[in-house]
């Protein structure tokens, strides 16, 4: 699996390598030199694949967490043979990498100026092949390896149960392929059509419909000035940030798909409640149409966990900054591109609540946990808080760890919530106008690690620690077996 996703690279960087010869500003080689490396190494890993036939979730999981760090280390190379960013800082260059494939929009780059067009290209199709593409193109490949693929689907749409769009998982990739790719077209298309440039409308279109957040441009999307422009980019955001099995259903069956599930009702009325939240906290601090703009802005752009910025919210009320940090902690639905806890956890957590509080009182009831229509297992409402518990613990963690490196508490649990929810940007120091080299740089490699983990959900990542362990305990108890021979 690891070789397919580096071969996706591969074809990645030679693509942003004819945008580079096209744009004539430069990277062209250096491009061409990692998108050979990168497709030698995985062209290798993948005719060499040998599968186990005692394959199972560990296992399928375990692919999928090795293949993220094998694509983020290759991902590094065209910023550093590029010049982009020197070999003496190559952390830094894995840091912009994992951010890009974990769809976070953290950046460690300033001058976006003196980056080749080719490179801010690759840059943006690090975040759309790691919103999606990836994990579908293995779950497409691995039937033909002999290890079925529906755990990684699950593990990138978790949920109560997964969601099989058709009877094979090899179609059910191509469908969300031809989905996700055509959703791309039409933002790309929408934004060219207000007025960005070719260029700039693909680049964002890459970012938005993964969710990711990356832009060409310094200043994100207030370098357009463009109320169009962002109305575009918000119906973006919001339909990515929801499930795209439900997108595909809704296509099928009609909108009706959309009101049969209460995942999507909480989502809107998050954003919404978020988006009034903050125009009633700012309307004293902005004018009035301003704050509506930003307001509506930042309640898509963070719920969504999309993180794109048209103006700089560190500038506002504390009162605003508490609920950007629950957008930020929530994210977007299950199945979708988003990070976050998802909102389907949410509403987990607030049922599970409320049926302990009646059982407070009524002790010998027998309250369900429901979602709409759908009753909810006491052993998978049991891992939703679990789950929820291991995620605020792991904020609270790294942000302790920050703040003992030197970083002021607000940017550092901020920064905390936004790796590992996979956002982008934070609060303090790190606002949207900012760049996380405010962190030292023993803390980006923490934030990397919060990055990858947010990405790769925590569960699935403890079983790849579970399955790489057992792996090397057969291999150790097999030398001895050979040595006792």
């Known amino acids: 699996m690891a070789g397919a996703g580096l071969l996706a690279v591969a074809f990645a960087m030679i693509f942003s390598a004819v945008v580079a010869v096209v744009d004539g500003g430069g990277g062209a080689a250096g491009l061409i030199v990692s998108a050979v490396l990168t497709g030698s190494v995985g062209l290798a890993l993948f005719l060499g694949s040998q599968v186990s036939p005692t394959a199972d979730s560990a296992l399928a999981f375990a692919a999928v967490a090795w293949s993220w760090v094998a694509v983020s280390l290759a991902g590094a190379l065209p910023f550093l043979l590029t010049g982009v ?19 976070s929009g953290s950046t460690i780059l300033s001058d976006f100026g003196s980056v080749p067009q080719g490179v801010l290209f690759y840059r943006s199709m690090t975040q759309w092949l790691g919103g999606m593409g990836l994990v579908v193109l293995a779950v497409a490949v691995l039937p033909a390896l002999g290890i079925g693929g529906l755990d990684l689907i699950a593990s990138e749409a978790p949920g109560p149960t997964a969601d099989r769009l058709t009877l094979r998982v090899r179609d059910t990739a191509r469908q969300l392929w031809l989905l996700y790719g ?11 059509l207000v007025g960005m440039s070719v260029f700039d409308a693909v680049t ?9 957040g990356f832009s060409p441009h310094a200043d994100s999307i207030a370098y357009f000035d463009s109320f169009p422009i962002e109305m575009v980019l918000m119906i973006g955001m919001v339909y990515s940030g929801a499930s795209f099995s439900i997108h595909w259903h809704a296509l099928r069956q009609g909108i009706g798909a959309y009101t049969r599930v209460s995942e999507i009702r909480w989502y809107l009325l998050l954003i919404a409640g978020a ?9 004293g601090e902005l004018e009035w149409l301003q ?3 930003e307001s509506v802005f930042y309640a898509v752009s963070l719920g969504s966990n999309t993180g794109f910025g048209n103006s700089d919210f560190v500038l506002w009320m504390p009162a605003a900054h508490l609920t950007l940090l ?14 976050g806890m998802k909102v389907l956890r949410l509403q987990v957590i607030f049922r599970y609540s409320f049926r302990e509080l009646m059982r407070a009182r009524h002790p010998n009831a027998v309250i369900p946990i429901r979602l709409g229509r759908t009753t909810i297992e006491e052993q998978i409402a049991a891992k939703v ?11 609270v963690v790294g942000g302790v760890v920050l703040s003992g490196m030197g970083v002021d508490p607000v940017t550092a649990f901020s920064g905390s919530v936004s790796a590992l929810g996979n956002v982008g940007p934070a609060l303090g120091e790190a606002g949207p106008t900012s760049n996380f080299l405010v962190f030292p740089r023993s803390g980006r490699v923490v934030l990397m690690m919060m990055m990858a983990l947010g990405r790769l959900e925590l569960f699935p990542a403890m ?14 108890r097999q030398r001895e077996v050979g040595q006792l021979r």
């Open 85 to 103: 960013i020197s070999w003496e800082h190559f952390d830094d260059a894995i840091f912009e990498s994992i951010s890009g494939f974990t769809c």
């Open 182 to 192: 055509a959703i791309t077209c039409a933002v790309g298309l929408a934004l060219f």
């Open 204 to 212: 964002h279109a890459f970012t938005t419909v993964s969710t990711g």
């Open 275 to 283: 988006f009034g939240m903050l125009v009633w906290v700012n309307h």
């Open 291 to 293: 704050s509506l703009r």
């Open 326 to 339: 629950v957008l930020m902690l929530v994210g977007g639905m299950s199945g979708s591109t988003a990070g």
């Open 385 to 395: 808080v679990g789950f929820v518990l291991l995620y605020l613990g792991l904020i």
């Open 463 to 476: 079983l790849m620690l579970v399955a790489s362990l057992r792996g090397l305990s057969q291999m150790r």
